[in-house]
């Protein structure tokens, strides 16, 4: 009691209180992270604007910046941490940025570094950072992540995603092949030895060369077009129905060709055994993804996000 009669016991009690009014009411503002670099994401809506040959919507180009805002914070972090200093992969980095800047000058790496880090160039090289970001990120994994992928969890995976391991008809075929300006003596010879039921091999001989090869195994009829071109493939597909057999003429982008189809493998779905290690390498980048966007969103928190 004799703390409130006190001059200075009403003192510290009348701070106090203004003191923790002030952090209610006034709150010590947030550290602001962005806007993301108006350049970096300009390079990036350009790049997939043309893979997908399309405008941008709105959503795209925001899921763009929320990216860089991600990589931002993560490079943050690993600067307040000190890994950007320690790691050698960027030391190295400096030191031969330093010296392609001054190539004659006779100083040791140490100091170069010291130098490096004093000019702040860490701040501004695309390399150091995308080795920085990637630095967090294996860390925060190893830190929160490595959550065990039971059996059961590829076998749901894989019924989940089993339309995805559809495996097309795929075909094995050798083929002969003329030039559209070879001689009609030349086609006729060619013509002769197929109606005799010659081997690929003899109806070689007597056909143009043909750079990319003569004998392909399993190759779906996609694989087929993008080699010999979509006509080749279209004409394949509707003629190729046999085996053991020639075919054709099947007209190309570069000629005519006559095919030997030797197997026709059937499509098929890839066994469970088949793409179970594809599965948990999948699954378990899916969960460091997750687990790293999880400390994203919980550090954000601490920030103020100009966008």
């Given at each position: 009691m004799?703390l409130f009669?006190?001059?200075?016991?009403q003192?510290?009690?009348i701070g106090?209180?203004l003191f923790l009014?002030?952090?209610t009411?006034f709150?010590?503002?947030?550290p602001?992270i962005?806007?993301?670099n108006?350049?970096?994401?300009?390079?990036q809506?350009?790049a997939?604007?043309?893979l997908?040959g399309?405008?941008l919507?709105?959503?795209?180009?925001?899921a763009?910046?929320?990216?860089?805002?991600?990589?931002?914070?993560?490079?943050?972090?690993?600067?307040?941490r000190?890994f950007?200093?320690q790691d050698?992969?960027?030391?190295?980095?400096?030191?031969?940025n330093?010296?392609f800047?001054?190539p004659?000058?006779?100083?040791?790496?140490?100091t170069?570094?010291?130098?490096?880090?004093?000019?702040?160039?860490?701040?501004s090289?695309e390399?150091?950072?995308?080795?920085s970001?990637?630095?967090m990120?294996?860390?925060i994994?190893a830190?929160?992540?490595?959550?065990t992928?039971?059996?059961?969890?590829?076998q749901?995976e894989y019924?989940?995603?089993?339309d995805?391991?559809?495996?097309p008809v795929?075909?094995?075929?050798?083929h002969?092949?003329?030039?559209?300006?070879?001689t009609?003596?030349k086609?006729?010879?060619?013509?002769?030895?197929?109606?005799?039921?010659?081997?690929p091999?003899?109806?070689r001989?007597v056909?143009?060369?043909?750079?990319?090869?003569?004998q392909?195994?399993e190759?779906?009829?996609?694989?087929?077009?993008?080699?010999?071109?979509?006509?080749?493939?279209?004409?394949?597909?509707?003629?190729a129905?046999?085996l053991?057999?020639?075919?054709?003429?099947i007209?190309s982008?570069?000629?005519s060709h006559?095919?030997?189809?030797?197997?026709i493998?059937?499509?098929?779905v890839?066994s469970?055994a088949?793409?179970?290690?594809?599965l948990?390498?999948d699954?378990?980048r899916d969960l460091?993804d997750q687990v790293?966007?999880?400390w994203?969103?919980?550090?954000?928190q601490?920030?103020?996000v100009?966008?």
């Amino acid at each position: 009691m004799r703390l409130f009669r006190s001059v200075w016991g009403q003192f510290v009690i009348i701070g106090l209180g203004l003191f923790l009014l002030d952090r209610t009411f006034f709150p010590e503002p947030k550290p602001v992270i962005g806007p993301p670099n108006a350049e970096r994401v300009a390079l990036q809506a350009d790049a997939l604007s043309q893979l997908q040959g399309a405008e941008l919507n709105e959503s795209q180009v925001v899921a763009i910046k929320d990216h860089e805002i991600r990589n931002e914070l993560l490079f943050i972090e690993a600067l307040d941490r000190g890994f950007v200093e320690q790691d050698q992969v960027v030391q190295r980095r400096l030191i031969r940025n330093m010296r392609f800047m001054d190539p004659e000058r006779d100083v040791d790496d140490e100091t170069l570094l010291t130098e490096a880090f004093e000019l702040r160039l860490h701040l501004s090289d695309e390399v150091i950072r995308r080795r920085s970001v990637q630095v967090m990120e294996t860390l925060i994994v190893a830190s929160l992540g490595n959550a065990t992928i039971t059996e059961q969890d590829l076998q749901l995976e894989y019924e989940a995603k089993r339309d995805n391991f559809q495996v097309p008809v795929r075909y094995s075929f050798t083929h002969v092949f003329l030039r559209d300006d070879a001689t009609d003596e030349k086609r006729s010879n060619l013509l002769a030895l197929l109606g005799d039921r010659a081997s690929p091999e003899q109806a070689r001989k007597v056909g143009d060369v043909f750079l990319a090869g003569y004998q392909f195994e399993e190759r779906s009829l996609l694989e087929i077009s993008r080699q010999f071109g979509d006509d080749f493939a279209y004409g394949f597909a509707s003629q190729a129905e046999s085996l053991g057999e020639w075919v054709g003429p099947i007209k190309s982008i570069f000629g005519s060709h006559w095919v030997w189809v030797h197997d026709i493998a059937e499509s098929r779905v890839k066994s469970f055994a088949e793409v179970a290690q594809d599965l948990r390498r999948d699954l378990r980048r899916d969960l460091d993804d997750q687990v790293i966007q999880d400390w994203v969103d919980e550090t954000l928190q601490q920030y103020e996000v100009r966008l």
